[in-house]
């Protein structure tokens, strides 16, 4: 368990992150949603250490994170960025492998490697190991990132924008892995999502945000609903039940509605 | 593969800085002066590889922490500072200055200044510019200016003379080195030597940036001010006991990527090394035996590591 106690940020004079509390459950995939700008990242850096806070703390199953050793701190708590990039001559084997830094420290074992291929398969490198990852595509790039987080095998893994730059094969992969790491393994996942019926269809629990405020949180299905949506977002969303899961549709009930229409009532609302 | 590769590319340059400096040391030796002419060219290969060591490490570790290839601690004021303690010594106390003439205490004064002057700008200017690289940078050149200007300035108002010994510190050379200090240096770089191989790995998390290397259970900020200290004392005590030799780091790190082309330390650290020892063994060679001492070593190495930086520069705008 996770307990964030009135975090805030500041960036000069902008308080980006406004005091937020909120307990992430353990053994549970936890979404953020929220527009753009609304602090999700900023909130997730923090609560993973690589940004300081303001004010506030970071409790890891009741101790706060600050005080924990950096070096055990990655055997337990795994974070991949919004966007990484780097300019080096690296295969994905080689980066996938820094995923076992935490415990092996450069020097891989039987063990290590098993890990490794693992997370491999999982995400379906194995036609790319040897390859340089600045050869790669966006997508597969993408894979390789989460790949190297999975190997790290921690009991808590934060995931910002997973889907990025992914198919829709490839997203509902990794979200079917997630949910997987969470049966078999009791992870802990924290992923932030804009796909909000992914976010529907996949978490147990929803934590909305809204300029550096947490708007909403709670369980899924008390999220997902047209009123809280909308105030969040700003926008008409209706919500149909679909297979037994709750679908947000952001087009017109009118029939044959086109979607100028829609923009057209968006302008008007 | 490619790792199999590296380690053939290690011992091909091993071999080669080894041949080469056994043809520096035995070529036409004249053994009526054996005892004379043999030590003092064993202490001069004995120098440039500490000083091609301490150089090729520290330019290294920086570029990896900066996360660039052009800039290095000599291009960043470093070299400067190093006149500035001379010229300050003379302008003060004259050429006839303890300070200057007895080599342990020049070799003291120019090392604890230009320590301190690096732990400044790296640490506190770092804080201060909340790690950000670039901006760092540049502070970095504007003082090294500021210093090399204010140099200049002083060599214009001290006696010809006390110029004349200013002038022999401008420009680094292995010839009759203290041999007392190239222990003592000789010590401290493998000191440095031993820290830096023995966490080499965590040199290449910190390849991948601060947030993977954090993630990856790296205390980023104390291992970072941990190894800008090993820079500060690398370049400090190899300035100290031969003077600059501006892009040297420069030439022999960039050698080194082009070479090994990974980003793996345990080949760019120990190949950029005995590339440096062979540049200043074919340096030295160069000087005494073609030029037959009319050119400096180090002017050379300037020569040819600069067009090499312009290169750089071209390349990385084109970008
Ligand atoms: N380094 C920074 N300096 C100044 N402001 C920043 C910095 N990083 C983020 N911000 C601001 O903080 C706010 C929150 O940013 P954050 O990246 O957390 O948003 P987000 O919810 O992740 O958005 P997105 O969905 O676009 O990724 C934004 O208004 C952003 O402009
Ligand atoms: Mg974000």
Redesign the interface.
């Known amino acids: 368990m996770i307990d964030l106690k009135g975090i805030s940020k500041f960036y000069g004079q902008k308080k980006v992150v406004n005091d937020v509390s909120v307990s992430i459950a353990k053994g549970k995939v936890t979404s953020f949603i929220g527009p753009n700008g609304a602090g999700k990242s900023t909130v997730l ?1 923090m609560v ?3 940004l300081n806070h303001d004010s506030g703390e970071v409790l890891l199953e009741g101790k706060n994170i600050l005080n924990a ?7 337990k708590i ?2 991949l ?1 919004q966007s ?1 990039n ?1 300019d ?4 994905v084997r080689e980066l996938i492998s ?2 076992r ?2 415990y092996s ?3 891989l074992t039987q063990k290590d490697n098993e890990i490794i291929d693992e997370a491999i398969s999982y995400m379906e490198l194995e036609d790319f190991e040897e390859r340089y990852i600045d050869e790669l595509s966006g997508g597969q790039r993408q894979r390789v990132y989460i790949a190297m987080t999975i190997a ?1 095998d921690t009991e808590y893994i934060f995931l910002d924008e997973p889907l990025n730059n992914l198919d829709m094969k490839h997203s509902v992969q990794i979200m079917q892995i997630l949910r997987r790491l969470v049966r078999e393994r009791n992870k802990t996942i924290i992923i932030v999502i804009h796909d909000i019926n992914f976010a529907s269809c996949y978490s147990d629990n929803i934590v909305a945000m809204k300029d550096g405020k947490i708007a909403v949180s709670g369980k899924k299905d008390d999220v997902i609903k047209k009123e809280i949506l909308e105030d969040i977002y700003e926008m008409d969303i209706n919500i149909e039940c679909i297979y037994g899961q709750q679908i947000c549709v952001y087009f017109d009930e009118h029939e044959n509605a086109t979607v100028d229409d829609f923009i057209e009532d968006q302008a008007r609302a | 593969m490619h790792d199999k590769k590296n380690n053939r590319r290690l011992i091909i340059f091993a071999a080669a800085a080894l041949i080469i400096a056994g043809l520096y040391t035995f070529y036409q030796l004249n053994f009526d002066i054996l005892y004379y002419q043999l030590p003092s060219r064993l202490n001069r290969v004995a120098t440039m590889i500490i000083v091609g060591i301490a150089i090729a490490l520290s330019t290294v570790i920086f570029q990896t922490i900066t996360k660039n290839r052009i800039l290095t601690p000599s291009i960043m004021g470093l070299d400067s500072v190093y006149l500035f303690i001379q010229t300050v010594i003379v302008f003060v106390a004259g050429a006839r200055s303890p300070l200057i003439t007895n080599d342990n205490v020049n070799y003291l004064v120019s090392m604890i200044g230009l320590v301190i002057f690096t732990v400044f700008v790296f640490k506190y200017l770092f804080k201060m510019t909340g790690n950000h690289v670039f901006l760092l940078l540049l502070i970095g050149i504007i003082l090294g200016t500021f210093f090399s200007s204010l140099s200049t300035f002083m060599q214009m108002l001290i006696n010809p003379d006390d110029f004349l010994v200013l002038q022999s510190s401008m420009f680094a050379s292995f010839n009759a080195i203290n041999e007392q200090l190239l222990w003592i240096t000789a010590a401290i770089v493998l000191v440095m030597l031993l820290i830096v191989l023995k966490d080499f790995h965590s040199l290449d998390v910190i390849t991948l940036g601060r947030d993977h290397a954090i993630n990856l259970g790296v205390n980023y900020d104390r291992k970072v001010s941990q190894l800008l200290l090993i820079i500060a004392v690398l370049v400090s005590v190899s300035t100290a006991l031969v003077g600059p030799i501006m892009f040297l780091g420069l030439l022999v790190v960039n050698l080194a990527h082009e070479v090994f082309k990974t980003y793996k330390h345990r080949y760019l650290l120990i190949g950029s090394s005995l590339i440096a020892v062979i540049t200043l063994l074919v340096g030295q060679i160069l000087t005494q035996y073609v030029f037959n001492q009319a050119v400096e070593i180090s002017v050379i190495i300037n020569l040819v590591g600069g067009v090499y930086f312009i290169i750089l520069m071209l390349k990385e705008s084109r970008r």
């Open positions: 850096s993973t250490r690589l050793p950096s070096d055990a701190l990655a055997k795994a974070i960025k990484n780097m080096l001559k690296i295969t820094f995923g830094f935490p420290k450069g020097r790290q």
